[in-house]
C-alpha cells in the first residue's frame, strides 16, 4: 500500500518543486518566497495531483501524467520567454487552442519535431499507464482512495489560505503588470493564479481616452479626407539596429516618411508577437495601467464592455469605417470587438486567394490593390484600417532569397537566415506604403495615411549574434497637402490614435498640426466646419 500510494504522491511532489527551477527567468526556491507563494504552490499541485488519482486510479500513472503537463507548461513558458521576454501567462492558456485551429503561427517557434515527439510520447504513455498499473480501486476498494481525498482537503485549504493571506502590499495593491518580475518573486503558480483573479474583474466602466470622450464637431462630408491605417506586422527599422542594413531596404517608405507630418520611433508594449496589444492601444489610447490585468490580452473584456475609441469617433464625423486584415475575423475576438469599436465592415481572408501570397501569407501588394479598389468605388469620406501579415513569422519556414546581400553591406553571418527573409518582406511593405500614398494623390478628396508597426520580428538566433533591436517600431501620418518638414519625435502609440484624429481635423481646417489636442473647442458639440 505504501509502494503504491505514498511512493508516488513525494515522487510527484518533488518533480513538481523541480521542474519549476528549471523555468527561465529562474524563480527563487520555496524556502527563499514568502510563506503564501509556498501553500499556493503546494496546494495547487495537490488539488491537481488528487484529482488524476480520482480520475485515473492510477498513482504512478497520475504521477507521469502531472509531471507531463508541468512539464509542457515550463517548456512552453521557456520558449516564450526566449522569443517573446516574457513567461507564460494565464492567459496564453487559451493559446492551447488557437495552436490547434492555427497550427502554422505557434507550433514552429515551440519546434514541428519537438511536437510530434511529444504527442506520440504522451499516447505511448496513456496505453502503457492503464496497462502496466492496476486500478486500485478495483485492487483494494473506496478506502484505498481514502488518503487521496486526504491530500486533496489539505491542497485545498492550503490554497485557499495562500490566497486569502494578507500578502505584501506591492504584490495584493498592483496589477501583474511585469511578469518576469513576479515569477522570479514567487514563482510560476502564484503568477498564474494572480493573473487569473485578475481577468475575473471587470475593466473601470469610467476607462477611456479623453479625447475620444470628447464630442465631434458638425462637418459637411465633402470637406473630409478619406484616411487609410496601416497596422504593419513586425516593422521596425533595421538600419538603426544594424549598420550592416543597406539605406535601400526601406527607400519607398522613406519617400514617403520624409514628406510627413510626423513621424519618428514609436514605443509599443509587445516584442515578437501580440499583436493585440499594440492594436488596443492604437485604437483605443489606452496604457497598461488602464488595462490592469486585462493588458495581455485586452479584446477578452473589451469584447463585452465599451470603450470609446478612435474609429467610434470617426463614425461620428460621417465616415465609413472599414478594416482589411487578410486572416479569419475570429483571431483575437476581432469579429467581436470591432464592431464595438466602430467598425462598419471586417474584410477578412476569404476576400484574397492563394495566388496572393507572397511567402506564407497574403501579400502587402495584394492589400494595396484592395483599399484602391474600395476607395474607387465609395463616394463616401472613408477610413480604412489594413493589419498586414505578410510579414509574419516563423521566418525559418522560408527559403532564403536568392541574393541575401540585395539589402545588406557584408556576408550574411551564420545562422541570420531569418533577416534575409525578413528584409526582403520588409521591402515589399515599403513598396506597399508608396502605392497607398499614390493611390490617396489620385483620389479626388484629400488623403491621410498613417503608418505604424506592432512589434518588432521574431528572430532569436539572429538577435543571440547580432544583438537585439530596443524594441521601438517606427509610424509616420503624411498628407496629400504635404509638409516641408516632417515633426520628428518619439511616441507611445497610446498617443498616436489621438494624434491622427488632430491631424484629420486640423487638415479641415489647415491648422498646423499639434500633438497638444483637437483643434476645436469640444463644447456642446454643435460647433459646424465650413
Known amino acids: 500500500m505504501i509502494l503504491a500510494l505514498w511512493m508516488p504522491l513525494v515522487l510527484s511532489l518533488v518533480l513538481w518543486c523541480a521542474f519549476e527551477q528549471l523555468l527561465l527567468p529562474r524563480p527563487r526556491p520555496n ?9 499556493i504552490d503546494i496546494g495547487s499541485w495537490a488539488l491537481l495531483y488528487g484529482g488524476f488519482v480520482l480520475l485515473l486510479q492510477r498513482p504512478w500513472f497520475a504521477t507521469v501524467v502531472v509531471g507531463a503537463l508541468h512539464m509542457v507548461i515550463v517548456q512552453v513558458s521557456n520558449t516564450k520567454a526566449r522569443t517573446l521576454r516574457e513567461p507564460f501567462l494565464c492567459q496564453d492558456f487559451e493559446y492551447f487552442i488557437d495552436m490547434v485551429k492555427h497550427p502554422r503561427l505557434y507550433l514552429p517557434f515551440f519546434g514541428v519535431g519537438l511536437a510530434i515527439a511529444s504527442i506520440l510520447a504522451g499516447i505511448a504513455a496513456i496505453v502503457a499507464g492503464f496497462w502496466l498499473e492496476p486500478s486500485v480501486l478495483l485492487a483494494r476498494g473506496w478506502q484505498a482512495l481514502t488518503p487521496t481525498l486526504g491530500l486533496m482537503a489539505a491542497g485545498g485549504i492550503a490554497l485557499r489560505w495562500g490566497l486569502s493571506k494578507d500578502t505584501p502590499s506591492d504584490y495584493r495593491d498592483q496589477p501583474p503588470l511585469h511578469p518576469n518580475d513576479e515569477l522570479t518573486r514567487f514563482g510560476l503558480t502564484t503568477l498564474l493564479w494572480r493573473q487569473g483573479r485578475e481577468l475575473v474583474k471587470p475593466l473601470d466602466a469610467t476607462v477611456g481616452r479623453e479625447e475620444f470622450r470628447q464630442p465631434m464637431p458638425q462637418v459637411p462630408a465633402q470637406a473630409l479626407p478619406n484616411v487609410v491605417i496601416v497596422q504593419s506586422e513586425s516593422f521596425f527599422d533595421p538600419r538603426r539596429w544594424n549598420d550592416a542594413v543597406r539605406e535601400q531596404v526601406l527607400a519607398p517608405w522613406d519617400n514617403i516618411a520624409q514628406r510627413s507630418l510626423l513621424r519618428g520611433p514609436l514605443n509599443v508594449p509587445a516584442w515578437g508577437a501580440n499583436t493585440v496589444r499594440s492594436e ?3 485604437l483605443t489610447g489606452l496604457r497598461d495601467g488602464a488595462l490592469a490585468g486585462h493588458r495581455f490580452n485586452p479584446y477578452h473584456s473589451l469584447s463585452h464592455q465599451l470603450v470609446p475609441s478612435l474609429i467610434q469617433r470617426f463614425k461620428t464625423l460621417g465616415y465609413r469605417t472599414l478594416c482589411v486584415h487578410p486572416y479569419p475575423k475570429s483571431f483575437y475576438l476581432r469579429d467581436r470587438v470591432f464592431p464595438l ?3 462598419d465592415e471586417f474584410i477578412d481572408g476569404e476576400a484574397f486567394n492563394e495566388q496572393q501570397k507572397d511567402g506564407q501569407y497574403i501579400a502587402d501588394a495584394a492589400l494595396a ?5 474600395l476607395l474607387a468605388s465609395s463616394d463616401q469620406p472613408t477610413v480604412i484600417m489594413l493589419i498586414t501579415m505578410e510579414n509574419h513569422g516563423p521566418l525559418h519556414l522560408e527559403r532564403q532569397p536568392a541574393e541575401p546581400q540585395q539589402w545588406l553591406h557584408r556576408p550574411l553571418e551564420e545562422g541570420c537566415e531569418d533577416l534575409a527573409v525578413y528584409l526582403r518582406h520588409l521591402h515589399n511593405g515599403a513598396r506597399m506604403v508608396e502605392g497607398l500614398a499614390t493611390t490617396l494623390q489620385e483620389q479626388q478628396r484629400e488623403g491621410i495615411l498613417c503608418f505604424y508597426g506592432d512589434h518588432v520580428p521574431i528572430m532569436d538566433k539572429t538577435y543571440q549574434r ?7 517600431t517606427e509610424y509616420f501620418i503624411w498628407s496629400t497637402s504635404g ?5 520628428e519625435r518619439t511616441m507611445d502609440i497610446a498617443d498616436l490614435g489621438p494624434i491622427l484624429l488632430n491631424a484629420v481635423l486640423a487638415s479641415i481646417t489647415h491648422a498646423p498640426l499639434s500633438a497638444g489636442g483637437a483643434h476645436y473647442n469640444a463644447g456642446s458639440g454643435d460647433e459646424t466646419f465650413q
Open 341 to 343: 469599436f466602430g467598425f
Open 466 to 472: 547580432l544583438g537585439e533591436p530596443d524594441g521601438f
Open 31 to 39: 524556502g527563499q518566497r514568502p510563506a503564501f507563494t509556498t501553500a
Open 483 to 487: 509638409t516641408a518638414q516632417p515633426d
Open 369 to 373: 490593390e484592395k483599399v484602391e479598389q
Open 280 to 282: 488596443c492601444a492604437f
